[in-house]
């Protein structure tokens, strides 16, 4: 990793760990008796680890300039790597949650495993270890290959990578010490937040110099879904985390907003962290590794453009659907609704796109369990979507809201399409990245494909299930015109289904362990192979381009 | 003029429908501007293509 980087990358490699282990030992010493002071010591020992990694290395010779001829694709494997091993612990999180749910026992009595901490665990290592990780990864990928030009240097994407995982266990431990601003989706205290600040700006600036050196006229689209995630998910969380810590030897801080305008300012980002981190990012890969594993161009590409702007500028506005009945102006809940209706046209032009792509290719979805991820993730996209526009309509958000089908609706985006998706990519990914044919065990994707297809499909129905019998019951009256249930007999009656979402998510979680396996031993006989090579042998080019079918 | 409540609403529903309408038709406009055609097929082929070297 080290030998890559030319001599002044080293040099300020080992100056900007030193500046962090300086910051670290700072945050220590002040916070002595905050978690603030706890986080301090993690950066410094996150900094001395890197120093002597640099250090280790330094002196290794320099690549020669035939290193320019090739993509820098060193960070997107390691991306991918932390990716797959953030899933294992979302995912077992996630499961966790929903046992506790089962039995509230599972706590084990220790504060830092109840409920309302390890929620906030699951969420932030599905979302932004394991999604946000791999649409790093998968990002310098595409933004190479669409470009055909390679990383303008060799420093600013580790930054990105590492710099970005730090931020994620800043998060996750912080919640577990009982640290969190209290704002779902946006928990991590301010410095973390300023950190990710500095993170994502290296981000956007990496990625616009790529495409600055590009050779073709055009950017292909995937480029824009993927510069729309970097730049509004900037604007999204600078904005809602505008806060005043107590003060600079304190985790903890208060926002400036208050009130409604809190509220509003919240599910503005929310939402848009829907639209932008589980969206837009991952249709950016959708329109590149579908196609491409396909062997064949994207249905159409004006409605892939089309349906960008639609998405884009619409989703902006819908974020109120999430305050119906509040004390949000009426006319501002209206607004959110009709938009998020709206929005069923770009959703459902790019979740046909995707599937029209595949006409002609279906025999291939049916022999290819990694096309038959995407595909899948399409459908659900479709789904997920049309249940979104339908859950905002204000009548229908009534039964909806505070119940299980939020979260059913939730789950089937989150799993049906988020992951989905991202395993298909990280499938077709890995051979290309490592220099293999093919992923070692082709029947243990088919396996994987299977068990996330059915944990997906238990979680979804046991949780609409339960939700709508939640819903239905909280109001029911009787003659007295009284309400009939108590919480508690709701509760009762979620027993079942909590149990069925979590024998669901654990199909699911076995399935991911499965691809982790998998890609491991993808890599290994990749490196063996390489070290069979006699030296100066040249790596072993596998033609990727798809066959011509007779009907083409 | 104070800029108050009132006057968010008289603005979002004047120029912020206006803006979107614009904006729709500038983008279908875009999309199915004939010209275009060409640059958009080819760029939709150009990722199935072999990509293992950066062009310079
Ligand atoms: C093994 C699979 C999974 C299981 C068992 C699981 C379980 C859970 C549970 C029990 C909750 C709390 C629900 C509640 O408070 O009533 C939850 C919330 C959540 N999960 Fe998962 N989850 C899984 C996978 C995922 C994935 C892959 C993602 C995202 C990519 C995700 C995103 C979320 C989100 C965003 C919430 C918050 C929902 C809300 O506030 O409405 N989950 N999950
Ligand atoms: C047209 C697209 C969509 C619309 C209009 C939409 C609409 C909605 C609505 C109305 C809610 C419930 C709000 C409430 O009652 O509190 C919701 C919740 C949610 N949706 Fe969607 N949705 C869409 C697509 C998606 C997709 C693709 C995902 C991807 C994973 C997703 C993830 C979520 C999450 C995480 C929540 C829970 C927020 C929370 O309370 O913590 N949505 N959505």
Redesign the interface.
Known sequence: MIEQLSRNERQLSLVILLCLAVLGLSMAAVGRDDPLGAHGALVLLAAIGGLFFVISGYYAPEAGPER????YDDPSKVGIVIAMAWALIGLFVGDWVAWQLVNPDLTFDAPWSSFGRIRPVHTTAVIFGFGGNALIATSFYVM???S???MPDQLSPWFVVFGYNLFCLLAVTGYLMGSTQSKEYAEPEWYADIWLVIVWVVYFVLYLRTLS?R????I???NWYYLAFILVVAVLHIVNNIAVPVSFGHAKSYSIFSGVQDAMTQWWYGHNAVAFFLTSGFLGMMY?YL??RA????FS???S??SF??IT?FYMWAGSHHLHYTAL?H?VQT?GMTFSVMLLVPSWASAGNALLTLNGAWHKVRDDATLRFMMVAAVFYGLSTFEGSFMAIRSVNSLSHYTDWTVGHVHAGALGWVAMITFGSIYASVPWLWKRPAMHSARLVEAHFWLALAGTIIYVFAMWNSGIIQGLMWRTYNESGTLAYSFVDSLVAMHPYYIARAIGGLLFLIGAVIGCYNIWMTIRTAARSADARAPGEPAP?YA???ALEPAE | MEFN?NVA?WF?KSFGLFY?MA??LA??V???WPANKA??????????????????
């Open positions: 320019l001829h090739s993509y190479q290959r669409t055909r030009a390679r050196r050779s073709e006229p055009h292909y689209v995937a590149y196609p491409k062997g064949r161009p994207i590409y004006r409605i453009i089309i702007w639609g500028f102006p006319w607004l080019l990727r381009k798809p | 409540h609403v979002s979107l904006l729709s983008v279908v875009y999309a199915y640059r958009f097929e080819d760029a939709a082929g150009s990722i199935l293509s072999d990509e293992d070297k950066p062009w310079r």
